[in-house]
């Protein structure tokens, strides 16, 4: 089924498909295929829809056949109003919005405003009028509060990655927003999962909504393997691993900020171009590192969890996990990041001694059955898994203590 057939406008049509060409979409995913059509009509859509779908296009070309069809005004106004969780999300629909409207003889100016940064800039972009908004919440209501925007003519509100949203403690800062919005308008709610909060959100918000599943979604083809090797011995490994010409672009997943900085080190003291992406770093800084990845300058990414959330790299190879995640839901979240929109992918989880026991309890949770190999040359010889050092109430060790989150993760194995 062509993008011809979703409803589009045959005066915004011609351009859009011209994009959609250039941009290497072939034909609408399962998700696309269901919410053009139904948004094009102007009805509000719930839809479950996790990254990697094509769900951000699925809203953006009604969008942007909504401003190719409304007259231009001057000074511009804010019609449309996109709110996501994490500023990378930002700016990568904001990417969108400019990649599949580039053919239209009339772009929106789509300005981004999120946490992070100077909020300066974006006053100052904002003075100018804006057809789009894309923003974080918190960032938003700051803006609101300055004056810098009204949303009182928005006319579709679009809630991108709602769980994650909710999931980050948006609750209450989306409850202020919508409240600042005409109850005349038409929402938009994506989601990766339906949560009990989603539910009462997609109440609270939306009027009589269809409901859509990207169901028909195939499953991303990516294989998974896990190699056992020693803790002391992981970035040997990797390093022995990057010489395959397949891993040519690798996006490497740590547990900490500090173990982040300390592989991106070494391995760049090995030669391979290498870039940390976590939440210390400025946004500037994030985004030149995701560039220079997405751009190809760079081999290794190394990441953790949060700061790789919303992450899209066209046809990343490889993922690694060089630490296991800590909780086994992040698990399906990272390795997702590769094999998209149909292209294939591998992921790679080391496991150590230590490790063994988490990894099968990740499997378990996955309905994976993936028993770590062992590569030649990595023989494993910490067999022996350290017995955590728990405090006992005699004194017990600083910083040894297991978190919630680990007495959490041991009764979950227990109880297994
Ligand atoms: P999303 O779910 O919006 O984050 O999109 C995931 C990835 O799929 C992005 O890299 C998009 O560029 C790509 N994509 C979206 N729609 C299509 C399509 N119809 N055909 C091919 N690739 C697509």
Known sequence: ????????????????????????????????????????????????????????????????????????????????????????????????????????????????????????????????????????????????????LSLRHVQLLVLDEADRLLELGFGEELRQILAELPTRRQTALFSATFPGQIEALAAAGLRAPRRLQAVAQAQPDVEQRAIRVDAGRRGELLLSLLDDPQWRQVLVFVGSIREGDRLAGVLRKRGIGVQALHGELSQGRRVRALQAFKDGELQVLVATDVAARGIDVAGLPVVVNYELPRSPVDYPHRIGRTGRAGGKGLAVSFVDAAGLAHWRLICKRNGLQLEPAVRPGFEPMDTAVPTPRVADGSGGIKGRRPSRKDRLRAAAAAAD
């Open 1 to 148: 089924m062509p993008f011809s057939t979703l409803g589009l406008s045959s005066g915004a049509l011609p351009a859009l498909q011209r994009a959609l060409r250039q941009a290497g979409y072939g034909a609408p995913t399962p998700i696309q295929r269901q919410a053009v059509p139904v948004l094009l009509e102007g009805r509000d859509v719930v839809a479950l829809a996790p990254t990697g779908s094509g769900k951000t296009a699925a809203y953006v070309l009604p969008a942007l056949q909504r401003f190719f069809s409304a007259p231009p005004r001057k000074p511009r106004v804010l019609r449309q109003l996109v709110l996501v969780p994490t500023r990378e999300l930002a700016l990568q629909v904001a990417d969108v919005f400019a990649t599949l409207g580039r053919e239209l003889p009339r772009q929106p100016r789509v300005v981004c405003a999120v946490g992070g940064v100077s909020i300066n800039p974006q006053m100052m972009a904002l003075r100018g009028g804006a057809d789009v908004v894309v923003a974080t919440p918190g960032r938003l209501l700051d803006l609101l509060a300055h004056n810098a």
